[in-house]
């Protein structure tokens, strides 16, 4: 027998958004039990209950190791005829811990997580997530540029049906396998937006995924900002964000604002290697397992820049993009501006498992550097800037960061008080300087 393949890959992104690399092997063996079951459908239930009884974060106070011992006994005493018998059983077995990050993917779901990791695929454009309490799917943001962009498709509108297709009960998995295609065929979707009802043909297209943008603009009284939009914490998202930070000190930038507005998230180790290139010091997120152990990431003192940075968020920033924004607000580096984001705190692990299909699951939950778990509650930012729904309708991707975004006016007002201020504190003092009474004097009084 194969023995199973589990590929260690730890990501924090929220519905089909997902990244998936293999880079280990191993067998676990549960207490009492054989790692060896000669039935194939069988051999993949067996390492999908292994992972869970090893590894699985109850998030919900519905996992019991006795009773998962039995449900072990239940499902591997019964018949499997085909492979399909057994993903219904190993749905049925994970569908008891009520954990909608924790799933089975078949081999061509599986297979579809990794091509979103290599940056490209073939659909219309749209992040989903399953709402816990509604079960509705809701669209958590469209891909920039996509034909679901175009066509209008908004974050927090609710697909309720796919080609005529009614989604209630439906996962995120079912979902894309519907509105995933061939590019050049059409998927109508049916959303509900408030007490409006849309029905929106969209053709497919090969759609790329491209992590970052980045601009410099000029405020009203001369000062170089440099605009940067993340996207998604992709496999290149950290190249992306070195080159783009490299080019914009290149071009002059005398602060930054980066933009995580509905970014859903993606690989951990891609916010934290992120968070390394803004913090030169300081903790940026730490992991708690079921059993209490803390994997503590750290900057290594290799910030790209020390500038004033401005960060915009809102509720659309999940997961990876909680875990920078955090790190960046709770070390003082940052001003956060926008609203609240979405609370996603959970960690997922991708295996492969023997037979091409794969599963993610919940392993740990982060916390900020002050030990915030923002698991629900999302993060508040410093500055509350909110955009009316008319304006969200009219607002054009390309007019993101411009002066047309009232989001980003603010964080560009933001940012330009910041710099203020630090050249008012720089003329107070200079330590490369004589000005010993302006050393000594309290800020704001004279010297004698």
């Known amino acids: 027998m194969a023995s199973p393949r589990a590929s260690m890959l730890v990501l924090v992104g929220i519905g089909a958004c997902a990244a998936t690399a293999v880079v280990a092997r191993e067998v676990v063996t549960p207490p009492g039990g054989s790692s060896r079951i000669s039935d194939s459908p069988k051999e993949v239930i067996d390492q999908t209950w292994q992972i869970v009884f090893r590894d699985y974060l109850d998030i919900n106070g519905k996992y019991k190791p006795e009773q998962w011992r039995s449900l072990r006994r239940d499902v591997l005493a019964k018949s499997y005829g085909s492979s399909k018998e057994a993903y219904e059983a190993i749905r049925g077995m994970l569908g008891s811990l009520d954990d909608p990050y924790t799933r089975f993917l078949d081999p061509r779901e599986f297979k579809e997580m990794q091509i979103d990791t290599s940056g490209e695929l073939s659909g219309v454009g749209i992040q989903l997530s399953l709402d816990k309490e509604t079960k509705n799917l809701v669209v958590v943001s469209p891909i920039e540029g996509s034909p679901a962009s175009r066509a209008g498709v ?17 996962s995120t998995e079912d979902a894309v396998k519907l509105i995933r295609g061939q590019a050049g065929t059409t998927v109508t979707l049916t959303l509900k937006r408030k007490a409006q009802t849309l029905e929106l043909p969209l053709t497919r297209e090969r759609i790329e995924l491209h992590a970052v943008d980045h601009q410099i603009n000029t405020s009203a009284d001369g000062v170089k900002v440099g605009y940067i939009r993340l996207k998604q914490f992709n496999a290149t998202a950290t ?6 930070v490299r080019d914009l000190e290149e071009k002059g930038a005398q602060g930054y604002v980066l933009d995580l507005r509905s970014n859903p998230g993606g690989l951990l180790m891609a916010s934290v290697e992120i968070a390394r290139q803004w913090l030169n010091e300081g903790t940026i997120v730490s992991t708690k397992t079921r059993d209490g152990i803390q994997d503590v990431k750290r900057a290594n003192g290799r910030a790209l820049t020390t500038k004033p940075m401005v960060v915009l968020v809102n509720e659309g920033s999940a997961s990876a ?6 790190a960046l607000q709770d070390n003082n580096r940052a001003v956060l501006v926008g609203q609240k984001t979405f609370g996603k705190g959970l960690v997922q692990s991708v295996r492969g ?8 699951v919940t392993i740990a939950k982060y916390l900020t550097p002050s030990g915030r778990d923002i698991h629900k509650h999302g993060i508040d930012p410093d500055v509350t800037a909110k955009m009316t729904e008319l304006e969200a309708q009219r607002l054009k991707l390309e007019d993101l960061g411009t002066k047309k975004d ?43």
């Open 406 to 448: 009232s989001q980003y006016r603010v964080a560009e007002s933001t940012l330009v008080k910041r710099l203020r201020n630090a050249n008012s504190v720089e003329k107070a003092y200079n330590p490369s300087s004589a000005n010993v009474p302006a050393a000594v004097a309290p800020q704001g009084s004279s010297a004698p």
């Open 239 to 244: 190249k992306d964000m070195r080159q783009a």
């Open 353 to 360: 498992l023997s037979d091409g299909s794969g599963m993610t």
């Open 154 to 170: 908004q974050p927090k509108d609710v697909i309720v049906a796919i080609d005529g297709k009614s989604t209630k009960g439906m």
């Open 321 to 326: 993009s909680e875990i920078l924004s955090g």
